[in-house]
């Protein structure tokens, strides 16, 4: 590891004294693969390693010295220290988490020497194909002194951190970066594996991912990295990933100390210090004994335009497990979001509205208590009286949170657009196209695409309409593909990372596809929009599915790169809720409209897209 910027006196003496005094003669038990430093003594570096798995893994290892940076209480506890005198190999690490399992009784700035066996700890487990955190577990610690100066921290820093992020994995090992030997200076995943267990600090830091409920927010320490116009940092890559991203916690607990609210674009004023972890929810953390001091930007929620009298605006919100169970507050915040920063949209396709007793799983499926809820807080909101459809779906056949039996909704202004009955649709019975006086039409409106198929095991069935404004008839399409669990972190061992989901995603989208291309070679200039929560990302193999043989145009992709989000997740801005149009809507007007991603007090988890064009 880089040699520490200072090396106190103290700090040397203690080791010393500890080596004088016999603490640490111990060593790890015959290990063809340990390298002891030139004293003989097995020291931190030598547990970690110069990959990311260690070479005593599994071995007992006694009388490891170095000095305590961080002690947790919660959660896993434990606590981090450090070897003061670090070796000259920039891939090894000088510190390490010993696990207690109960609260340690050490403090920072003790010297301890600790003996145990050498564990990979896989936070998620195997089957997440997270990387492994290097620990000591079922220790027996012994403290030499106490109130010493602590290693001086490892700054990351916009320089430090790498362009490049991962090494490509070992196709012999399954994909997998574990045994290759770091590289710090090459990738940002190896830079960060290099400080496992280390005291680092980061300066002044914008903040990238509001804080969350978990008491953890998002920072990136490359301010220039993909920056959104509002503070974020976008996703725009599978290949080009956000290096400069780092997640922050505090080992103060709670009640001591609660955690600072931050937004998108605020900023982490100062300087923040702790041991470096890796954990299921983000990878590299910085757990932080000293937190810097959060700076507001002052975001603002934005703010569409109303259409013009003769644009029809179509909008998608993605309401987050709406029901009757949530406080009318959470109501009245979507409802004013509706009618004040969305401007009321002639029709708006809502995802995760829940049946009426919510996650109660009792086999109810109807979902009228909550739209009307929904609907009359528009109006007492200033909105339009709206009318709706929707199909109720088979009880636990669509995914979502267990017994809340979620579905699409349309919304419509009845003063401005007309729905088009046509009966029949039901969960199970799939609508089809016909011509009607020589223009498509649905045999069943609202009515449900091809809901037997197998793509939509356990997911949510695309929901068509029929529309009509003024004298011209709209075909929306509301969408709520297969959510990305089982997909591999973007910090897996694995690199690439396996996107499981994926392969029910392209088969959903293929579906949509199919119904869209039926729908144009009966009528081929048809107005139709696909909207919802696609779950995907615009470069996706999702999206390029969704628009194959160039029935469909992802509007987002109409924006400049930096506004083309709708989802905040692990500090990366990225784009999961889509319209997708027709050929025959070519002059239209997009906007993402971000009003909760970038937010710690947020509504909903997703902001809405609306799109507005002249039929």
Do not use: C
Request: proline letters at 6%; hydrophobic letters at 35%.
């Amino acid at each position: 590891m880089p040699a520490a910027s200072s090396r106190t006196t103290a700090v040397s003496a203690v080791v010393t004294a500890a080596l004088a005094a016999g603490l640490l003669t111990g060593a790890a038990t015959t290990s063809a693969s340990a390298s002891p430093s030139a004293d003989g003594q097995v020291r931190i570096h030598d547990i970690q390693g110069a990959t990311r798995i260690s070479p005593l893994t599994g071995r007992q290892v006694s009388g490891v010295a170095g000095i305590v940076t961080g002690v947790r209480t919660y959660g896993s506890k434990g606590f981090w220290f450090q070897d003061p005198e670090p070796d000259a190999d920039p891939a090894t690490s000088e510190g390490i988490f010993v696990f207690t399992s109960s609260a340690p009784t050490v403090a920072v700035g003790d010297a301890v020497t600790v003996s145990g066996t050498v564990t990979e700890y896989v936070p998620g487990g195997a089957a997440s194909g997270n990387q492994s955190l290097t620990q000591i577990s079922r220790p027996t610690v012994a403290v030499v002194s106490s109130g010493n100066t602590l290693p001086a921290p490892v700054t990351i820093s916009e320089r430090s951190v790498p362009s490049r992020y991962a090494p490509a994995g070992d196709p012999a090992a399954g994909g997998s970066i574990n045994a290759l030997p770091l590289a710090p200076s090459r990738y940002a995943l190896d830079h960060y594996e290099s400080l496992e267990g280390m005291n680092v600090r980061i300066g002044t830091s914008r903040v990238v991912g509001a804080t969350d409920p978990h008491a953890e927010l998002w920072v990136t320490v490359k301010p220039h990295e993909n920056a959104s116009r509002r503070g974020g940092t976008v996703y725009g890559s599978y290949t080009a990933q956000n290096t400069g991203r780092l997640q922050i916690q505090s080992l103060v607990p709670l009640a001591e100390q609660p955690f600072p609210t931050a937004d998108v674009g605020d900023v982490l004023s100062g300087t923040t210090e702790g041991p470096l972890d890796f954990n299921q929810y983000g990878g590299y953390t910085l757990t932080a004994r000293t937190l810097g001091t959060v700076t507001g930007k002052g975001l603002a929620r934005e703010t569409t335009r109303k259409q013009r009298g003769g644009e029809l605006a179509v909008a998608t919100y993605n309401v987050e497990n709406l029901d009757p169970t949530d406080p009318q507050e959470k109501f009245d915040a979507l409802a004013a979001a509706v009618v004040d920063n969305l401007a009321s949209p002639d029709i708006v396709a809502l995802e995760e509205i829940q049946d009426d007793n919510g996650a109660k799983d009792d086999g109810t499926v109807s979902a009228d208590r909550t739209v009307k809820m929904f609907t009359d807080a528009i109006v007492a909101a200033g909105g339009p009286a709206y009318q709706w459809r929707s199909i109720d779906p088979e009880d636990k056949k669509d995914g979502g949170e267990p017994g809340g039996n979620i579905r699409q909704v349309f919304l419509f202004d009845p003063e401005r657009v007309s729905f088009t009955d046509r009966a029949g649709g039901d969960a199970t019975t799939a609508t089809d196209v016909v011509r009607q006086q020589g223009r498509a039409a649905l045999t069943l409106s609202p009515g449900r695409i091809d809901p037997a198929n197998a793509a939509w095991t356990n997911s949510r069935k695309p929901l068509v309409g029929e529309f009509v404004f003024r004298g011209r008839t709209v075909f929306v399409v509301a969408n709520h593909f297969a959510s990305k669990g089982g997909d591999e972190s973007i910090v897996s061992q694995h690199q690439p990372p396996a996107r499981s989901s994926e392969v029910q995603r392209h088969a959903q989208a293929e579906v949509v596809n199919t119904f869209v291309k039926k729908l144009l070679s009966v009528q081929k200039n048809a107005d139709v929009l696909v909207v919802g929560d696609i779950n995907d990302f615009e470069f996706s193999g999702t999206t390029k599915a969704l628009t194959a043989g160039g029935v469909l145009y992802p509007a987002v992709k109409s924006l400049p790169r930096q506004e083309r989000y709708s989802y905040v997740y692990q500090g990366n801005t990225q784009v999961l809720d889509q319209i997708l149009t027709s050929p025959s809507i070519d002059d239209f007007h997009y906007d993402s409209v971000h009003i909760n991603a970038e937010f710690a007090d947020q509504n909903s988890d997703h902001d809405p897209q609306v799109l507005r064009f002249r039929p």
